[in-house]
Nanobody, 123 residues
Framework: QVQLVESGGGLVQAGGSLRLSCAASGRTFSTYDMGWFRQAPGKERQFVTAITWSGGSTDYADSVKGRFTISRDNAKNTVYLEMNSLKPEDTAVYYC????????????????WGQGTQVTVSS
């Protein structure tokens, strides 16, 4: 089992940057493939990006490709989401999640979730 805690959210102006972190507990973090999702008010939770357990492969939603970067540090039990050129439509609660399915894109494929961190992008 793994517990996930996100941090780094906040209020930023359009065009700005934020880096989210997701700290995991447990000694098995490096065996999990990880993902980031986001959920805006009144909308379904949607896939943002995913990374394999080794960090060797990544996948991105078209809406964030070229602006967001996922990475991980298995020695620190942490996965990161670097967000650049932020847009108002990126405003959402961002969640990290853990799975044993490589580069999974659906919420049902993930076993563990963090509590989320709010990202607000003002225009």
């Amino acid at each position: 089992q793994v517990q996930l805690v996100e941090s780094g959210g906040g209020l930023v102006q359009a065009g700005g940057s934020l880096r989210l972190s997701c700290a995991a507990s447990g000694r098995t973090f490096s065996t999990y493939d990880m993902g980031w999702f986001r959920q805006a008010p009144g909308k379904e939770r949607q896939f943002v990006t995913a990374i394999t357990w080794s960090g060797g492969s990544t996948d991105y939603a078209d809406s964030v490709k070229g602006r967001f970067t996922i990475s991980r540090d298995n020695a620190k039990n942490t996965v990161y989401l670097e967000m650049n050129s932020l847009k108002p439509e990126d405003t959402a609660v961002y969640y990290c999640a853990a799975t044993f399915r490589a580069l999974a894109r659906h919420t049902w494929e993930y076993n563990y979730w963090g509590q989320g961190t709010q990202v607000t992008v003002s225009s």
